[in-house]
């Protein structure tokens, strides 16, 4: 089901949510909301379940208008982030539940229902589960039944908020690769809020960075890491170093009173200034992370820290010890106007 978004704005009181947003979601798209707490992607999500109104724009799911729809006509599917399962019902029960409680015209036969819970438990490889409750569970499990269960009525439309932000770090890693196979299977039209970068840029097909209730990008994971579009993209995806014009940086002379954005893996470092724009430096930290080498350095006279990343192979052709002096010269990088 495809989602069209057009003008939407939300108030809460003097607060505002989201400001004329605009957005289209193709049908059968893994879409992530991208931004940090407050930002409005978790309005977003709610307006498009019908857990909140917009005050005005235009929201359509496959053309149709769905403003005054509520969230049982909708055909969405939600999964939160701490899970919501009925404590005192088992897993069988908690999945078969949207099921059960569907009008009595709508509702499939018992065994109709008893099929379908189990094809679900098996799809997310929890089927050995049925008889369990939710305390009896582990918080990967707890969640994957929670997926199930929003999968159970057959939603048009599935909307996760923060799907995994209860779950430590590696259980994480293994549910998203899970859920973005999942999704290949599946193909239902998805979008999860996010704050993890990392999280969205290996799970989503198309990234919307939101950040005071407006929309800085929308693009591949590939594109707003590589070609953010803002600063506020920059500094919010990936680490980033940054050189100030007022500063005499080499790389901003140009523009004007201006700021020169540089990730850690597109810095060059050498003993020798090959470049009349290289800058000198002072190397004050080294950590040997495995594949990769974190460096701070330094200009002299300067408190700014620089943080350089170097492949492996990179760091044993030229090894290097904090006190050495050496010289940096950024490959790729982008100038924005200095901003007040």
């Known amino acids: 089901m495809s989602i069209h978004i057009e003008n939407l704005s939300k108030r809460f009181g003097a607060h505002v949510a989201l400001d004329n947003l605009n957005l289209d979601i193709e049908s059968g798209e893994l879409v ?7 930002c409005g992607k978790t309005t977003l999500l709610r307006i498009l379940g019908g857990l909140e109104f917009a005050d005005s724009g235009t929201l359509r799911f496959d053309g149709e208008d769905v403003q005054g729809r509520n969230a049982r006509e909708r055909a969405v599917g939600f999964v939160f982030q701490h899970y919501a399962l009925f404590r005192h019902l088992s ?3 908690n999945v078969a539940f949207g099921l059960r409680v569907k009008p ?3 509702r499939p036969s018992e065994t109709e229902i008893r099929q379908r819970v189990h094809a679900l438990l098996q799809m997310v490889q929890l089927d050995w589960l049925a008889d369990r ?10 969640q994957r039944i929670a997926l199930a269960r929003a999968l159970a009525v057959e ?3 599935l909307l ?3 799907p995994f932000g209860a779950l430590d770090a590696q259980v994480r890693k293994e549910l998203r690769r899970w859920l973005r196979r999942l999704h290949d299977e599946l193909h239902v039209t998805s979008i999860f ?3 993890d970068q990392e999280e969205a840029l290996e799970v989503a097909d198309r990234v919307v960075v939101v950040n005071h209730g407006k929309i800085e990008q929308i ?9 953010p579009a803002t600063p506020f993209v920059y500094q919010f995806i990936g680490n980033v170093n940054l050189f100030h014009s007022r500063d005499h940086a080499p790389w901003t002379q140009q523009h004007g009173d201006a700021v020169a954005y540089v990730r850690p893996h597109d810095i060059d470092i050498s003993r020798s200034a090959q470049d009349p724009t290289a800058l000198a430096v002072a190397v004050k930290w080294v950590r040997d992370i495995g594949a990769i080498v974190r460096l701070e350095v330094a200009a002299e006279g300067s408190s700014e820290v620089i943080a350089l990343e170097l492949s492996r192979e990179r760091f044993d052709a030229q090894p290097l010890r904090a006190g050495e002096k050496v010289f940096i010269r950024p490959r790729q990088y982008r100038v924005f106007a200095e901003t007040a």
């Open 32 to 38: 992530a909301l991208l931004g940090p707490s407050g």
């Open 91 to 93: 897993v069988f029960e």
């Open 104 to 106: 009595r015209a709508e």
């Open 133 to 142: 409750y939710p305390a009896q569970l582990s918080g990967g499990q707890r």
């Open 155 to 157: 939603p048009k439309i």
């Open 160 to 162: 996760l908020d923060e």
């Open 193 to 195: 809020v996010t704050h």
């Open 219 to 227: 693009g591949s994971p590939e594109a707003v890491y590589a070609t």
